[in-house]
């Protein structure tokens, strides 16, 4: 299994205050995503990587920000948590033309958030 | 604009028989991957299997098998003689290429398999 550690696996806040969510891996994979889950949506990118420093919009990155300073680490940052924000967060790692020919996505466990 | 689809929020299937998940995807690049992934109620996503869109042959893995059927842009995920371990959520997806390796996904379909 890929080494892809997700931090907190559970959250409950409130709204308004600020939530950071924490993507570690130990695969040295050059891509990161974060991913949102919810019912009768599948999953939606909120904002991906392509190495450090390097980051891009996903389609519903609205209230969310990310940072990568180191490559096994993918942070996602809500700034003002919002009720609407309320879901399961996934973070997937993927290395393209590596030793898998798909360059398929890892997911981590992921991260279940409640803001109240 | 890329877009997948999954038209069959639920299914249902004896055990021991075959079923067929439906999947269609929309892109005007000639050069994408076709992913299947499967999601059981404890919550983790497993990569099921993978079709490129110039592989000649249809992808199988196992049970899994996936009927891709490019003129008609559909990826149909087929599950030969279902277990009831089968019984999870079933997620299509796409890559496109020269945007991050990052995959759409369709909305899901769960499948439950029955004794």
């Known amino acids: 299994d890929a080494g892809i550690t997700q931090s907190p696996r559970h959250k409950v806040t409130e709204t308004g205050t600020p939530v950071t969510l924490r993507c570690h891996q130990t695969?040295?994979?050059?891509?990161m995503y974060w991913y949102r889950q919810d019912p009768g949506h599948g999953l939606r990118l909120i904002h991906y990587?392509?190495?450090?420093?390097?980051?891009d919009k996903g389609e519903v990155s609205d209230g969310y920000s990310v940072s990568r300073s180191k490559t096994e680490d993918f942070l996602l940052t809500l700034e003002s948590a919002t009720s609407s924000q309320t879901s399961v967060y996934f973070c997937?790692?993927?290395?393209?033309?590596?030793?898998?020919?798909?360059?398929?996505?890892?997911f981590g466990e992921g991260s279940r958030l409640t803001v109240l | 604009a890329q877009k997948i689809t999954q038209t069959q929020p639920g299914m249902f299937v004896q055990e021991k028989e075959a079923v067929t998940l439906d999947c269609t995807y929309d892109?005007?690049?000639?050069?994408?991957?076709l992913f299947w992934y499967k999601q059981p109620s404890s919550g983790e996503m497993i990569f099921l299997i993978y079709?490129?869109?110039?592989?000649?042959q249809n992808a199988t893995e196992g049970r899994y098998s996936l009927n891709f059927q490019k003129a008609r842009k559909s990826a149909n995920l087929v599950i030969s003689a279902s277990q009831l371990g089968d019984s999870a959520m079933y997620f299509c997806?796409?890559?496109?290429?020269?945007?991050?390796?990052?995959?759409?996904f369709g909305q899901g379909t769960e499948l439950s398999v029955k004794p």
């Open positions: 997937a790692i993927s290395e393209l033309g590596g030793a898998t020919r798909t360059g398929e996505l890892f």
């Open positions: 695969e040295n994979h050059r891509y």
């Open positions: 990587s392509y190495g450090v420093k390097d980051t």
């Open positions: 892109t005007s690049d000639p050069s994408y991957g």
């Open positions: 079709q490129g869109s110039y592989d000649q």
């Open positions: 997806a796409m890559r496109v290429p020269n945007q991050g390796g990052k995959l759409i």
